[in-house]
């Protein structure tokens, strides 16, 4: 039986679709009772202890950075008036609470943290890039694209692969993961087809480097990955 609400097919005895909750439709002559248990258990909630903790240290944090970024500013302009590199440090401070809220005490899959450390360590290296670019005489901005993005893209694509080979007892939560930070590793080549990449050898290196990761995961995972695309279509 399918529910004709997620086309999800139904293998309990339930008038109830264990996916969406939606009631089934089913004979009238068959009688079964509606508070059969639920396929999908419901998530535990973490207990209020461990939250009260979490909203602890987030506002301690935010406390010390904003303190930190507020002294900043009057320090950047009395010595160092023609650069301001008081907008680094407010990106640091973004990057820190990327780092505590979403990394450290994030219950996040290793795909999602891997994915905010990136955005975090590339919007730091893009401020300091355009602070230079329009401060500092005889700079060269491509660095960024040319040497950073690929070099994230590289360890975010290693640490990937690497938890993947450990965690084989868990490759239904980390695979899809894998594949999908693997595949942020074409990024630099189709940047520099479209000309913003001017060196092309770190491009070329995290595209290998994501090609042998996915290789790695479609071959050891095979049957895995299958059942896990299976599950997000429904099919």
């Not at 500013?73 to 979403?102: D, K, R, S």
């Not at 700079?139 to 084989?168: E, F, K, N, Q």
């Not at 894998?178 to 050898?201: D, E, M, N, T």
């Amino acid at each position: 039986m399918r529910c004709k609400y997620c086309n999800v097919e139904i293998t309990c005895d339930s008038k109830i679709c264990p996916l969406c909750h939606e009631k089934l439709s089913l004979p009238k002559d068959v009688d079964m009772p509606y508070d059969l248990p639920k396929a999908y258990p419901e998530k535990k909630k973490p207990p209020k202890r461990r939250e009260r903790k979490k909203l602890s240290a987030i506002r301690l944090y935010l406390s010390i950075a904003l303190t930190v970024f507020i002294l900043s500013v009057p320090i950047n302009i009395l010595t160092t008036p023609n650069l301001y590199w008081f907008a680094i440090v407010g990106v640091l401070v973004i990057y820190g609470f990327i780092l505590v809220h979403n990394t450290i005490l994030s219950n996040n899959g290793i795909g999602i943290k891997i994915f905010w450390q990136g955005v975090g360590i590339f919007s730091v290296l893009l401020t300091v890039n355009y602070l230079l670019d329009k401060q500092a005489p005889e700079y060269s901005p491509s660095w960024v694209w040319d040497y950073g993005l690929p070099s994230i893209l590289i360890i975010a694509s290693i640490v990937t692969g690497i938890y993947t080979a450990i965690a084989l007892k868990y490759w239904s939560s980390v695979v899809i993961d894998a594949l999908i930070i693997s595949g942020l590793g074409y990024l630099p080549i189709i940047l520099y087809a479209a000309k913003v990449v001017v060196h092309p050898a770190m491009a070329v290196t995290a595209a290998c480097i994501s090609t042998t990761v996915i290789i790695f995961c479609c071959i050891l995972g095979r049957k895995t990955l299958i059942s896990e695309l299976k599950k997000k279509f429904h099919v």
